[in-house]
């Protein structure tokens, strides 16, 4: 090989060095564009309206769309002046000549909005994501939004009905107040029926076959169900709390007792022992 020739070795390393350089030099200029860039940061409510939709819209001084930003998030813009839109059920709210700074942060606080949240999760905890439909609570109710559980909304303050999709007939608040500053959480836990079993006796001796149980909401005289004589009596309820007012058609003992409360959790079972010669005691598993 000639004096002061390169080999293919050496080739490969000054590539290495080239290649290498090159990307040092990409690196510093991307760590200097970002450095260059700010970011706006939009608070609406702190974290009341953390996360909740829909997002704010951002434009430039020539009326070009420069990005978007959700509530308690933030947005990198390259310097200069910018436009907030933020668009809520039943309005919008504008922001302008806001002034990014490179390497700094312009905070956006918004407060004269309403925040709807709406849970509606099943019987296993979950949150399945039902629809939900809010609308005007004046006729003609009109329909304002539809989201799914588990969000949250900005609206404009008002007074509004909320219907969330769950099984099997849908649930529905009436008159919910959205008030400016403030928010509305609504939540809906699926529940599992519980089941009650009245036994009834005298002396220790069941007489369910003599005696009618009848179940009232608690305190009132609402009945909720009924169990005529017979081998037992048996009632699926919804959790809540009851009384019951048993009649003793045997001739034996008090011909009629009320026994109260009896209180029932989310797909428990409860047995009430009714002594109809005034021995009373509940247990439940």
Not at 186 to 194: D, G, V
Not at 205 to 225: F, H, L, M, N
């Amino acid at each position: 090989m000639a004096h002061g020739a390169r080999g293919p070795y050496d080739c490969r390393v000054m590539r290495l060095k080239r290649d290498a350089i090159l990307l040092v030099a990409l690196l510093l200029c991307s760590i200097a564009s970002a450095a260059e860039r700010g970011k706006i940061k939009l608070d609406v409510l702190d974290e009341l309206g953390a996360g909740a939709r829909p997002a704010a819209q951002i434009f430039a001084a020539d009326g070009r769309h420069a990005g978007e930003v959700a509530p308690g998030a933030a947005v990198e813009l390259p310097p200069g002046a910018y436009k907030l839109v933020l668009p809520i059920v039943g309005g919008r709210i504008e922001r302008d000549g806001i002034l990014v700074e490179a390497g700094r942060t312009h905070t956006v606080l918004i407060t004269n909005v309403a925040v709807l949240s709406v849970s509606a999760r099943n019987a296993g905890g979950q949150e399945p994501g039902f629809a939900v439909t809010v609308t005007d609570s004046s006729p003609p109710h009109q329909k304002l939004a539809q989201f799914l559980s588990g969000e949250k909304m900005l609206f404009a303050p008002r007074q509004v009905d909320v219907k969330v999709d769950v099984p099997p007939q849908g649930y529905l608040w009436h008159d919910v107040t959205l008030r400016q500053g403030h928010r509305a959480g609504l939540e809906f836990k699926e529940e599992k029926p519980a089941e009650l079993i009245v036994h009834t006796s005298v002396a220790r001796t069941p007489i369910d076959s003599a005696t009618r149980v009848i179940v009232y909401q608690a305190g009132t005289q609402k009945q909720i169900a009924v169990s005529t004589p017979g081998a037992q009596h048996r009632f699926t309820l919804d959790p809540g709390d009851y009384d019951i007012y048993v009649e003793n058609h045997s001739g034996k003992g008090r011909p009629f007792m009320m026994d109260r409360p009896i209180h029932l959790e989310s797909g428990q079972k409860v047995e009430r022992q009714v002594a109809l010669d005034g021995e009373n005691s509940a247990n439940g598993n």
